[in-house]
Every structure is written in C-alpha cells, then in structure tokens.
C-alpha cells in the first residue's frame, strides 16, 4: 500500500515518516538546509507479512502544490498531518480538498507535535479537526495523537497502517501496465532510471515498454519494488526501473509514462466527469483555461463544458478537456485542476472517454452515453456504444480506452456474445442484435434498388456496401453478405448481387422502343447494325439507343461484342456453337474460317473471336482459338463485358 502525507508546511510529515520508518524522506541538500521538504520524498518500511509499507513524503508549502500532486494520484491511502499547536491551517484545507478530488477516500489523521502542548489544546486541536473532516470523505478518519520526537503514539499508528495494508491487497486492480513517472535520473554504471508508482498491471525484468507520449521504446533491464530488488512488480506498488534503449536521458521528465506498448496513445482532449470544488465562491465558466494535474504530469489547458455554461461550486458536471500538449491517460484517471497562476485548486474529475467525437458533443445520447460510462459499468456502456454506433465499435480501441488486459478484454467480449470482425483496422464488434438489423438493412436496400431500378439485374458489391451502410468496413461487409447468400437471402448473378426473385423489367416506354428496334437486330443475327446505324435507320438519337442497348443487355438478351456493337442473345449462342464447330473440326478457330460461316467481312469475325476471349470462352494462341476446357457462364461474361463498355 502506498500512503501519501498532507498538510501544512513546518506541520511534521517528514519527521512523522521518520518516526514510522526510520528514514529521513528530505534527501535534496536544498530540504536538508532549510528544513522543509521541496520535492517529493520516499522512504519505505517492512510489514510482519513480508509486505512493505511505501510513504510518499509531499512538500507542504503553498508554492508547492505542484510537486505535491505529482505524488498524491498515486497514492492509496491518506496520511493527514496537522501541528497540535497549530491545528488546520490553509494548506492542511487545500491538501484535504486535493484527496478528495483525486477519489482518495481511505485515510487517517496524524495530530503532531503533541509533545509540545498540554491536553487541552490537544484536545481543542482535536475537535478543530473533526469540525474540518465534517461531511468529507475522510469523516469518520481515526485520528493519532502523536509525536515524532518522544515517540508517543507512533506504534498505534504504525499498527493501524498495516492493518489497512492488509485490508487494501484486495482491491488491486487489473489491466496492462502503466507507471506514472514522478523521478527520471541516471547512476554511473547502471544508466536511466525511473521511478513512480504502479497504477495498473504488472512488470517484470526483460519487459519492452514505451515511454508515453514521446513514445520512446525502452527494455526493463532491472527493478526495485518497495525498495527492494526484484524481477517482478505489480500494481499498487512504488517501483524504480532501470531502462535502456536509444534515447538520450533529457527525453524522459516527470510526467510521462512507462507503460505496455499497446496503451501508447498520446491525445489533447478527452471527455470526463468534473466536480468543482466545494471551496469555490464563484462558477466555473464554460472555456476557463486551467492547469491540468494528471498522474505526475502537469500541463494547461482548457475546460469544455458539455452541460450548461456553468458549473456551480460544489457541483458535478460533463466536461471535454482540451490541452495545450499531448498526454498520456485511460479511462478511471483521476486528475485536479489548478488556476492559471497555479495558486488555487479548482476542481476534480475522472476520465471516462479518450476518443471524443469532433461533432455533436452535447447531444443527447451522447450525453447518455457519458453518464453511463460515469457509473463505472463497462459492460452497459460498451452495450450503449454497440447501440450507437452501427458499423461496429473497434475492440482494440475500447481495451485501450478503458485499459481492459486480454483476459478482461476477452471476458467482456463473450459476456456480451459479441460478433466479431478482423479488419486491417482491428477487430470490430458487433451486439448480436445489431447484426442481424444489419442483415436486414442490407436486403432492405437491395429491394428498395430494384424497386428504383426495375431494369437493372441488381447491384455491384461496392455499391450494395453503400446502400446498406456506408460507413460499415469492407471486411464487416463481405462478411455479411457471405452469411445473406449462404442463408439464401440474396442471390449473386456474375458480378450483380439481387434478391433471389429479382428479374429484369423494362419499362412501358422501353419495351415499345425496343419493339422498333428489336427486328433490326435480329434480321441480320451475324452482323447486326451498330448503334449509329440504328438509329440512322429510324431517326432515333443515338444516345437513347445507346443507353436502350445497355439496359437490354443487363438483362442478357443482348451482348456488347464490340464497342457500340449489339449481338441477340441466341446469336451469340449459335456462333459459340459454330466456333466449338471449328476447333472439333481443325483443332483451332480461325477468323478466315468463321467469316466464311456467318458471312460478311473479316473484321466482324475478328471482333467475334475476340469478344470470346474476352469472356473466357476461347484462348487465342498466335492467330488460332482453341475453346477452354472449362470455361465460364455465359451470364458472367455478359457483366464482365458490360463493366468494359
């Protein structure tokens, strides 16, 4: 368990840690000289059970606040310090408010310097403290009348600690490794080193991690748990880490993060819960620029609110904050906000959501969606976003967000019976339900096609993936078709994708043009009139022709066989006999041969023989044809042949 100490400068925290561990937590020249702590302290002590108590030691001074909160998010347990002969003063105010805007709710009070006054004012000491803990978090805290000096009380409290020591090894909590770094300094023949407390998962010696958000790769060569050497270290516990890679020691500071590669996500905004601070006498306004304390990290920015323009003193709001440099983070973060001039402590919060969207923030359900997050139930708000976002939810995203391990990950995924897709993206989810609406959506849109396009033998798979959802990745589409036309919902025709009892229609208008048109195709079936001829021929313009042509041959009654140049369906037939003829015959088909056949000039043979390639049913070799032993259906090669014209 970690404890942190609070309170008032010159109020006895770095001699109480002293009396509790035997070590002095002042280890800058500066801290010794003057005696008040400057930066952060650490001293550690042995329990019974062979665990280790570890204390954060803060500085106590107002213009200090800063270093302060780079020890506080990361501790575990609340070690209020406050001077009999002072009792609180405004800084033991500010620290008690920084607990409980960090969520910090486990604690106890240390009433120091005990020896230098008389019962009464002990006592008096006593009840200024429990007026101040009225209504906190830290109520009903036991409070320790101690001394450092003569040792009185120390063992009590030191009892109590490792009590709440033991009660606390339950509560760990799991996910992928993350260290929030409050030290970074080098050792003459060991290197880098860098030292925090563990917030979630575990590490050991051998491990790659990335240094967040430079991103830096850097190997655990070796480590200190609670002081100790070891190979292995979890969360809860203050580790220093011995790293290597290539970077240069200035680009690792206070504020960054070692941590599981797969949690590197630098970002500048996210959307979280705020509680303005019960001290406050004026309203949080809407855009009021701040000091961001996150982790050991301390970085401006703005707050956004989502709810009202305000944010009344005491009261809890929907915030997005927006940041002046990228960060690293995950959803359940706690963090603080300061002033602009860094004297004052506004607000608290937690983060609940990385990926903000760009637009419609305040929008209902995606307020809903906050609110729900908020509650702290994954699997109910992983449920909503399923509900929200109908091309699916990218699961690698969501166990990044939340800082979900693979076990846990894979837990929630089957808890919700999700279906899921592997996309070049990562892999999206989809709630049961969803899918099948998907299913349903995707035949909907093939049906409302036909009804818009009765002459149209269907749609091409691009264009169905549009209609159904054109957000929905290609990989979650495919998908879903495969399982439409192996349940027979959907029909495949070549290249066109239709509901099973889909048939081409024509309009009114066109069957009676095509009526017209349809005896002049069909009066010479081996050399058919081209467009421009036709409608030469029946003072029809050549574009309404043309695009006749083309919805005849959707259908399959015609085949473009050249550009502009129309054959009947059963001509075609008869020709792919005839060719079949020749190479029974001569071994091969040659233009020469079938221009004698069907009549008329070479060109049009050529043309013939080479739309059959086309279409797969010949291989041509130098000048000669030979038919394919296996070779495709004739209504494939009618999409493939309409897709080149």
């Not at 939340?402 to 892999?427: K, P, Q, S, Y």
Request: charged content about 25%; aromatic content about 4%.
């Amino acid at each position: 368990m970690i404890i942190g100490t609070a309170g008032h400068i010159d109020h006895g925290k770095t001699s109480l840690v002293k009396a509790l561990t035997g070590v002095d937590a002042d280890r800058l020249p500066e801290e010794k000289a003057r005696g008040i702590t400057v930066d952060l302290g650490y001293a550690y002590t042995p329990l019974p059970n062979g665990e280790t108590l570890g204390f954060i030691d803060v500085p106590g001074h107002e213009k200090l606040i800063h270093n302060m909160l780079a020890g506080a998010t990361g501790i575990d347990f609340l070690l209020l310090v406050v001077a009999a002969d002072d009792g609180p003063m405004p800084q033991t105010r500010e620290h008690l408010a920084i607990a409980e805007l960090l969520g910090i709710a486990r604690g106890a009070v240390a009433l120091t310097k005990c020896d230098a006054v008389d019962p009464a004012r002990q006592a008096a000491a006593e009840n200024e403290l429990h007026a101040l803990l009225a209504g906190s978090s830290f109520a009903e805290a036991p409070v320790f009348r101690v001394s450092a000096k003569s040792g009185d009380g120390i063992a009590a409290l030191h009892d109590h600690l490792a009590d709440a020591a033991g009660a606390a090894q339950a509560a760990r909590h799991d996910g992928r490794f993350r260290l929030a770094i409050d030290r970074c300094f080098t050792l003459s023949g060991i290197g880098t080193v860098v030292t925090g407390t563990i917030f979630s998962g575990t590490v050991q010696v051998g491990d790659t991690l990335t240094v967040s958000p430079a991103g830096l790769s850097a190997r655990v060569r070796s480590l200190h748990a609670q002081d100790k050497p070891a190979e292995r270290a979890h969360a809860g516990q203050r580790v220093a880490l011995n790293l290597s890679g290539d970077f240069a020691r200035e680009a690792i500071r206070r504020g960054m993060w070692a941590l599981d590669p797969r949690q590197h996500l630098p970002l500048t905004r996210f959307a979280a819960t705020l509680a303005l601070s019960r001290e406050e006498t004026q309203a949080l306004r809407h855009w009021t620029p701040v000091h961001v304390h996150l982790g050991a990290e301390d970085v401006t920015g703005r707050v956004a609110l989502l709810e009202g323009d305000t944010l009344a003193p005491g009261a809890e709001a929907l915030v997005e904050i927006v940041l002046d440099r990228d960060i690293a983070c995950a959803g359940g973060d706690r963090f603080v906000l300061r002033d602009t001039s860094a004297t004052r402590t506004l607000a608290g919060g937690r983060v609940l959501d990385l990926f903000p969207p760009t637009r419609h923030k305040r929008a209902p359900a995606r307020l809903a969606a906050l609110r729900l997050a908020a509650g702290g139930d994954l699997a109910a708000t992983l449920a909503a976003q399923l509900a929200a976002s109908p091309a699916g939810v990218l699961l690698e995203r969501t166990a990044q967000g939340w800082n979900l391990d693979d076990e846990a990950a894979a837990a929630l995924w089957r808890d919700l019976d999700l279906r899921r897709i592997v996309t070049r993206d990562g892999t999206l989810g989809f709630a049961p339900a969803q899918w099948a609406a998907l299913g349903e959506r995707l035949v909907a849109a093939l049906a409302a096609e036909h009804e818009r396009a009765p002459d149209m033998p269907g749609a091409e798979h691009e264009r169905l993936r549009r209609l159904t959802l054109p957000t929905l990745p290609r990989a979650a589409f495919d998908t879903l078709l495969d399982e439409a036309l192996a349940a027979g919902r959907v029909a495949q025709t070549s290249s066109w994708l239709h509901l099973p009892e889909h048939r081409v229609t024509l309009s009114a208008a066109d069957r009676d043009l095509w009526a017209t048109l349809a005896p002049l195709v069909a009066a010479t079936p081996f050399q058919p009139p081209r467009v421009r001829d036709i409608a030469k021929a029946t003072a029809i313009p050549e574009d309404t022709v043309r695009a006749l042509m083309k919805r005849i041959a959707r259908g399959g009654a015609l085949y473009p066989v050249a550009l502009d140049h129309y054959f009947s369906d059963e001509a075609v037939e008869r020709l792919a006999g005839i060719v079949a003829g020749l190479c029974g015959q001569h071994g091969a088909a040659r233009a020469a041969e079938l221009r004698d056949i069907i009549g008329g000039g070479r060109k049009v043979a050529i043309h013939i023989l080479e739309f059959f390639d086309r279409i797969g049913y010949t291989r041509r070799v130098r000048d000669l044809r030979g038919t394919r032993d296996e070779h495709v259906l004739r209504e494939a090669a009618v999409a493939r042949q309409w897709k080149q014209q």
